[in-house]
T-cell receptor
């Protein structure tokens, strides 16, 4: 089955530690995205990548880093510089936007990160 | 910059009734799309319906339809014959050249 997987489902981190969230897709999508979801604030874009070896900052990139070495993988690292990392993290992917088309995003099941 | 505003944090409706969720947006782009996503308690995001901004005809998907008012920058979602499985968070989103911007969501409760 084609889809997006995120692991782990739950993640606990001590303050001061970096942690990496995994996102893998087998939909052959070019574009991938990371969102953060906090209660009452909807989804906010952290980073996105339109093609391999290229990515752009979203609205709340500070304290996060990403890499895009393979088309199917887009890992997110939450660094110790992120002051309030406890949140729900969602990964998404889509076909690369062509003029006149729409870029429906397909979402993974998410990772709940808790800082202890 | 694009913004999306959902002014109703919570809504409730009786089963089998009709409910409308509001959404307004702002954008400087001429080519964009609008979406409604549903997030049930499982937290999986599910696309409900989409609307191309260049189309005047309102999109419909079974019991779900939109009222797209481009001049007013309004994009409301109507759910007819509400079912218990419709209970979820609903997010309005606008898609421009590269990314989506989401509203803060409306929590919909279905009363049996």
């Amino acid at each position: 089955d084609g889809g997006i997987t995120q692991s782990p489902k739950y993640l606990f981190r001590k303050e001061g530690q970096n942690v990496t969230l995994s996102c893998e897709q087998n939909l052959n999508h070019d574009a991938m995205y990371w969102y953060r979801q906090d209660p009452g604030q909807g989804l906010r874009l952290i980073y996105y990548s339109q093609i391999v070896n290229d990515f752009q900052k979203g609205d709340i990139a500070e304290g996060y880093s990403v890499s895009r070495e393979k088309k199917e993988s887009f890992p997110l690292t939450v660094t110790s510089a992120q002051k309030n990392p406890t949140a729900f993290y969602l990964c998404a992917s889509s076909m690369r936007r062509l003029l006149g088309s729409y870029n429906e995003q397909f979402f993974g099941p998410g990772t709940r990160l808790t800082v202890l | 910059a694009q913004t999306v505003t959902q002014s109703q944090p919570e809504m409730s409706v009786q089963e089998a009734e009709t409910v409308t969720l509001s959404c307004t947006y702002d954008t400087s782009e001429s080519d964009y799309y609008l979406f409604w996503y549903k997030q049930p308690p499982s937290r999986q995001m599910i696309l409900v319906i989409r609307q191309e901004a260049y189309k005047q005809q309102n999109a419909t998907e079974n019991r779900f339809s939109v009222n797209f008012q481009k001049a007013a920058k309004s994009f409301s979602l109507k759910i007819s014959d509400s079912q218990l499985g419709d209970a979820a968070m609903y997010f309005c989103a606008i898609g421009g050249a590269q990314k989506l911007v989401f509203g803060q969501g409306t929590r919909l409760t279905i009363n049996p």
